[in-house]
């Protein structure tokens, strides 16, 4: 399966074992996971299975205790904390499953935010005129008219604007990976379905991956692969979810 | 930078409670500041009391004792000096000028000193100042008598006034010169000395008032009265104490020596510099206690500040964790809280430093009018600068536990950013 690596590869997870701190923590070990450039992947489990704890993983906010998770070939997994914080700034966007705007800024502001951190998404966009521009045609492209609310707090967005004002953030100087932890939990159907159509569409322009995690296996239908978290523990002690693979 | 000016409005969202916290720190800055300004000018004050007199003379007795009688009008001396004595050190090639002092008596509860006019030439205060009059003029007639600031303006004395005195110092005292009343001639300025809260009469009128007056009373069927007083002739025979001038301040330790070794009569003369050193010495512990009261308010507001961060906390760790997820380093993260803990001492310093000048300009004449206490108003000190800097620096750290906190919390928390 690895056998060309860094060319079509985006994400490879070997052999990974983490425990969160504390007597008696959660545990889990994903012997692989892997996701190509530019695919869609699903990721579904009950409450409480460990999703967000391997979102948490691979998008480098905490370290496994053992095995890799290579990045674009970088294995993430070896690098300090703050080289990790660096290497996400640079290729990576997290939309959250909730609270994912500084509440204070103004949507364009909170679109930005991130190429403060990293120099090259910062130089892919251009120069400042530019990216506000960019980040103005961004929350265009999700449905949102910047000129409308693009001044206005981010507090004061509905809970479905925001979500695509973060999805806008995650998407901005064009990172190869996208990581998303139920992002449309809060979003009624109809709107779920706009907002994940949209995202795909833009992921898709620059080539990007999409990791998504949800407990909602009705979403499968959007992606391009859809994977049961139990199916990918060691010991998939989770029940076993009906899915509908498209 | 859109992180600070980010940072900026998330502070600017706190304004009440950052507001507050800087207002507790410029008060407490106020404070220091102001105790320290208060304790400098009291120093000063003190140790300005008298100048230009190069030595105290008196019987021999302790110097802090000499100081306190002969100055501060506090105690009571237990022997005079004879005026032979006194007529001799005056007359030494050295001495420019004495000023005989001779206390014993009240009014009222002020001190009566009797002394020559010389006294409100010669008596200087903060360092140059000499003796003004607001009204009247120095004593003149025999039953003259000049008041102090605080002691006309406690009793109401204006010039003219009918005062009599009182033998001994007591303050209700039953035994008066009531056959001899004074005439109020004059009424000094404030000093914020002493002699604000004194009498003068000329050395005659105290011999005048003792004349028929014999140990602690009055010699019975021997009353001579104020008129016939006035025919006689009035030669102290001893003075309590005498202030000398110098010709020379080269000549202050030899005449010193002299006076000490006197062989007629047990004298001391005192170095008035070095007494009031010795005093403030012992009165400046009251000065420590006041420090370190308002070293405990800048604790207190420092702890305020970091309670303020720490309570704030709940939703700036949200905001923690989102920038962390952009990709903020935890350098970022400490550096924005412990900033702004730093910008808000920085503030509150600033703020009470400020607060403080104007308070000093403000409240300093009458400060000067009600106290006699003279604050000055000087630039900080390089001391006072390098407190200031240490409590912004001690800002700074108190903001930096509560963010190690936050840093910590959010890398704990991985990718669930809760409520
Ligand atoms: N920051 C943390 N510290 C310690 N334990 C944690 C932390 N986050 C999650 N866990 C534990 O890890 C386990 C899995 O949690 P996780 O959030 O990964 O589940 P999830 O599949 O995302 O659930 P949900 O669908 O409800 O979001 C839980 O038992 C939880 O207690
Ligand atoms: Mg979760």
């Known amino acids: 399966m690895a056998d060309r690596p860094g060319t079509t590869r985006l994400l490879e997870v070997e052999a990974v074992r983490y425990r969160w701190p504390g007597e008696a923590g959660f545990a889990l070990e994903v012997p692989r996971l892997s996701l190509d450039r530019g695919e869609r992947l699903l990721l579904i489990g009950p409450s409480g ?4 704890t391997l979102l948490a993983l691979v998008a480098g906010i905490v370290a496994p205790l053992e095995g890799q998770i290579r990045v674009l070939g970088e294995d993430i997994a070896r690098l300090g904390a ?54 103005r045609r961004l929350l265009a492209r999700l449905g949102l008219d910047a000129s409308a609310i693009g001044r206005r707090r981010a507090a004061d967005l509905s809970v479905g604007q925001q979500q695509r004002v973060a999805a806008a953030r995650a998407m901005i100087g064009r990172p190869e990976l996208m990581i998303a932890d139920e992002p449309t939990s ?29 407990h909602d296996a009705a979403l499968a239908p959007r992606f391009d692969r859809v994977v049961r978290l139990a199916d990918i523990l060691r010991d998939g002690r989770s029940v076993p979810v009906p899915v509908a693979v498209p | 930078m859109i992180v600070l000016r980010l940072a900026l409005k998330s502070l600017a969202n706190r304004w009440l409670t950052a507001l507050l916290t800087v207002a507790a720190i410029a008060v407490s800055i106020m404070l220091l500041l102001g105790v320290e300004k208060v304790r400098v000018g009291a120093r000063q004050s003190f140790a300005d009391t008298i100048s230009g007199t190069d030595l105290i003379v008196g019987a021999r007795t302790g110097s802090l004792q000499l100081l306190l009688y002969s100055i501060f009008r506090i105690g009571n001396a237990t022997n005079n000096i004879t005026w032979a004595s006194y ?24 001190r009566v000193l009797g002394t020559t006019t010389e006294y409100f030439t010669r008596y200087r205060y903060r360092r140059t100042h000499a003796l003004e009059l607001v009204a009247g003029k120095p004593f003149d007639d025999l039953f003259d008598a000049v008041v102090g600031a605080e002691v006309a303006a406690s009793l109401g004395y204006k010039v003219g006034d009918r005062i009599v005195i009182a ?16 005439r109020v001639s004059g009424i000094l300025a404030r000093t914020g000395t ?39 002739e009035l030669k102290p025979k001893a003075v309590t104490a005498a202030l000398i001038g110098l010709k020379s301040r080269i000549a202050t330790f030899r005449l010193q020596r002299a006076i000490n070794d006197y062989p007629r009569e047990a004298l001391v003369a005192i170095i008035p510099g070095a007494a009031l050193q ?82 000093l300009v403000v409240a300093r004449p009458l400060i000067d009018r009600l106290y006699g206490l003279h604050l000055a108003i000087d630039p900080p000190t390089w001391g006072e600068i390098g407190t200031l800097a240490a409590i912004v620096l001690a800002g700074v750290i108190a903001g930096l536990v509560p963010a190690f906190r936050a840093y910590r919390l959010s890398l704990a928390d991985g990718m669930t950013v809760r409520t």
């Open chain 1, 49 to 52: 299975s460990g999703k967000s």
């Open chain 1, 82 to 135: 703050s080289a990790r914080d660096r290497f996400r700034a640079e290729h990576m966007g997290v939309v959250f499953q909730m609270f994912n705007l500084l509440p204070y800024g103004s949507a364009v502001d909170n679109v930005l935010l991130p190429l403060s951190f990293a120099p090259k998404r910062r130089a892919r966009v251009g120069s400042h005129l530019a990216q506000e521009t960019e980040a």
């Open chain 1, 186 to 214: 809060a979003l009624d159907t109809e709107t779920r379905d706009q907002f994940l159509d949209l995202v795909s569409g833009e992921l898709a322009e620059s080539d990007a991956g999409l990791l998504m995690v949800s």
């Open chain 2, 87 to 110: 007529d001799e050190i005056r007359q030494q090639p050295e001495v420019a000028w004495a000023v005989p002092l001779s206390l014993g008596d009240s009014h009222r509860g002020f």
């Open chain 2, 167 to 182: 033998h001994g110092l007591g303050s209700v005292s039953f035994v008066e010169h009531d056959d001899k009343p004074f």
């Open chain 2, 194 to 232: 002493p002699v604000d809260r004194t009498v003068h009469v000329s050395l005659e009128a105290i011999e005048a008032i003792h004349v028929d007056w014999q140990g602690g009373g009055r010699v019975p069927g021997q009353a001579i009265s104020a008129d016939e007083v006035r025919k006689m």
């Open chain 2, 278 to 359: 010795e005093l403030w010495g012992l009165v400046g512990i009251a000065e420590t206690a006041l420090a370190a009261v308002s070293w405990m308010v800048v604790a207190t507001a420092l702890l305020g500040l970091a309670t303020m961060i720490l309570t704030t906390l709940n939703d700036r760790w949200r905001e923690m964790a989102i920038l962390r997820s952009v990709g903020a380093r935890p350098a970022t993260v400490l550096g924005l809280l412990s900033a702004e803990a730093g910008l808000l001492t920085l503030a509150g310093v600033l703020l009470g430093t400020a607060l403080t000048y104007v308070g």
